[in-house]
């Protein structure tokens, strides 16, 4: 929500202290209602119409990149009111999440309020890797994990091929990490892929998205996308 003088301002329709004095003139209306009192609260989603003519609100777009940390809900909302990704981020612009990690997964998130570039990324046809690092219970052989790099049926669904191997094995404590690079997003996709051939995933991780890696940041740290990376999103939509 921002101050009704504000959006009208950013749209470019004139200054905000002129817009300041169309709202006190009761020139401005609110999804059809006269607004005239300054300071009202607006979304970027309200249809404001000064004198009749609706504008044009326009909200700046931002891009986040988030080192997700377990326990916290992506979605915008909970009903249950617990944290969100979104809360994690210092903003006051309607972000939502790119796709989704679970609630116990970490890492490399990205959240915008462009909903052109979500759809890009998010379009299959597009390809986006998706980097894991997952920890699981017990040791898969070379064939299961080629089982995986070829694709397997999860949810009546055949996974594309994919990129796999064994990073790191424990055999005192039966426990392996596995790299895995997928490039669809079905929901619980890596965890039902490990499930499919046997094995309970204990930790996962999202190392990398498309070209985005979250090294330098810690659990919970966010930094704003430049705008090379932006552009570098986008033209994955010739690719
Ligand atoms: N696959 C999963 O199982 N969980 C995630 O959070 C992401 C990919």
């Not at 309200?46 to 909200?59: A, L, P, R, T, Y």
């Not at 790119?98 to 998010?122: Q, S």
């Not at 995986?148 to 990490?177: C, E, Q």
């Amino acid at each position: 929500m921002e101050r009704l003088q504000k959006v009208i301002a950013q749209s470019g329709y004139c200054s905000r202290r002129k817009a300041e004095e169309l709202i006190e003139q009761g020139k401005v209306q609110v999804n059809g209602e006269v607004i005239s009192e300054l300071g009202t609260k607006v979304n970027y989603d309200d249809e404001i119409s000064i004198m009749g003519n609706v504008i044009n609100v326009k909200e700046d777009k931002v891009y986040y990149l988030l080192n997700k940390p377990r326990g916290i809900i992506t979605s915008t909302t909970d009903e249950k009111k617990r944290k969100t990704v979104v809360d994690l981020i210092g903003t006051t612009k309607r972000i939502y999440p790119v796709g989704r990690l679970d609630y116990d997964t970490t890492g490399a998130l990205l959240l915008t309020n462009d909903g052109e570039l979500t759809n890009i990324l998010i379009h299959p046809r597009h390809n986006i890797e998706k980097f894991y690092i997952a920890k699981v219970n017990g040791i898969p052989t070379k064939e299961e994990l080629q089982k995986l790099s070829n694709g397997i049926k999860i949810d009546g669904f055949k996974t594309s091929p994919a990129k796999v191997k064994l990073r790191k094995m424990d055999k005192k404590n039966n426990i392996s990490v596995i790299d895995i690079v997928i490039h669809e997003g079905k929901n619980h996709q890596i965890k039902k892929m490990f499930e499919a051939i046997g094995y309970e995933v204990i930790k996962l991780r999202r190392e990398r998205f498309a070209f985005l890696d979250v090294k330098d940041l810690k659990s919970g740290e966010y930094r704003e996308l430049t705008v090379k990376e932006v552009k570098q999103l986008y033209s994955l939509n010739n690719k």
